[in-house]
């Protein structure tokens, strides 16, 4: 009760509400899946309206040792895969679990992303090298739409598939999706989320997406092209689009039709895989906190949302409760409670919640 108390001050509004809280792994959540299962990498992770999360991870790299089980004939005791989408209610029991290749879609060769939208369909996209589609589905896995077609390589400006796409945001107002386009791709590309009719797209600067070869040096003026991957996308309430340009250590800001608003550097000495891997915003009224999932540093960044100005940090690399290897995705429920993933041997989804003042 008091874990919670502190929570609901901190999204009072006012002055608190700019002061990140600090936050404490719950080591104890989620429960222990059932029938054996076993996760593998999970690459998105997503809050509904009614706090529930939901995770999309990939089975199939699972290794022979950790599926043991589910070789024939069966080798050890434990375990299988789980299916590819879990749901979770807030206490961390499993409630439905679903997803894989089924008839009249195209379910992706490398999992990646998943988005809850506000009417409860869930989108599910993919970043294998042949994947150029994103998926929606109800919630028990019945399929509604698929965006795209498998292609492979680049097309910034083809308008009629995707390239590896990576996270998915819903515009309720509009009836638009909005998709990190992506892996292959260096764009952000709008459809209509019934439909899936191509409205729009922009790549860096609301500019032309350019597929040309590009490095990153942290001493050289910006790149005027997004990196690869354009990794995330996010909707904010006051209509600001919140763009992870992960390998150019960056931030973009745009309007929803694509006008630029501005950037900012995060960890900009950050080589490799970058520091922005995935956004979400702090639920008070004003969203006044924005965290950054930094897979390469292992930490949860904050920020402040009207600045870009960094307030704190917590997680560092291991393997421990509260530590990270490859943290990808993070979502955010009502009372402030972080859900983040991890990649590579990373392999869980943990839970950190607002901890009481000492």
Not at 1 to 27: N, S
Not at 199 to 204: P, V
Not at 207 to 221: K, M, S, W
């Amino acid at each position: 009760m008091k874990t919670l108390l502190v929570a609901l001050c901190l999204l009072a509004g006012g002055a608190r509400a700019a002061e990140p809280p600090r936050m404490q792994v719950d080591p104890f959540w989620p429960k222990p899946l059932p029938h054996n299962w076993i996760l593998g990498q999970v690459p998105g992770v997503a809050v509904d309206a009614g706090d529930n999360v939901w995770i999309v991870h990939r089975p199939r790299g699972l290794t022979a040792k950790e599926k043991g089980a589910a070789l024939p004939p069966p080798h050890t005791v434990c375990c299988t895969p789980a299916p590819p989408v879990i749901e979770f209610d807030p206490a961390g029991n499993v409630l439905r679990a679903w997803g894989g290749p089924g008839k009249g879609y195209d379910w992706p060769e490398n999992e990646h992303g998943i988005y809850i939208d506000p009417q409860g369909f869930v989108w599910v996209g993919g970043n294998g090298p042949d994947d150029g589609q994103v998926l929606k589905f109800t919630p028990d896995g019945g399929f509604v739409l698929q965006i795209g077609h498998p292609a492979h390589g680049a097309a910034s400006n083809d308008v009629t598939r995707l390239s590896r796409p990576a996270d998915i945001a819903v515009d309720p107002a509009a009836n638009e999706v909005y998709v990190a386009d992506g892996y292959g791709n260096r764009r952000i590309i709008v459809f209509d989320a019934t439909t899936g009719a191509y409205k729009r797209h922009w790549g860096a600067y609301g500019t032309r997406p350019v597929d040309a070869p590009f490095r990153y040096d942290p001493a050289a003026p910006l790149p005027r092209q997004f990196g690869r991957p354009v990794h995330c996308v996010k909707l904010a309430r006051d209509g600001l689009v919140y763009v992870c340009d992960r390998q150019n250590d960056r931030i973009q800001v745009f309007q929803k039709d694509g006008r630029f608003v501005t950037e900012w550097r995060v960890a900009p000495a950050t080589r490799g895989l970058g520091s922005v891997w995935d956004l979400a915003l702090w639920p008070d009224a004003r969203q006044t906190l924005l965290y950054d999932a930094d897979g390469t540093n292992n930490q949860v960044r904050i920020l402040r949302r009207g600045d870009g100005s960094p307030l704190g940090a917590f997680g560092a690399s291991g393997h421990q409760p509260g530590q990270f290897r490859w943290v990808h995705n993070l979502a955010i429920d009502s009372h402030g409670n972080i859900f983040t993933t991890e990649v590579d041997s990373g392999k869980r989804v943990q839970r950190f919640v607002p901890a009481a003042p000492p």
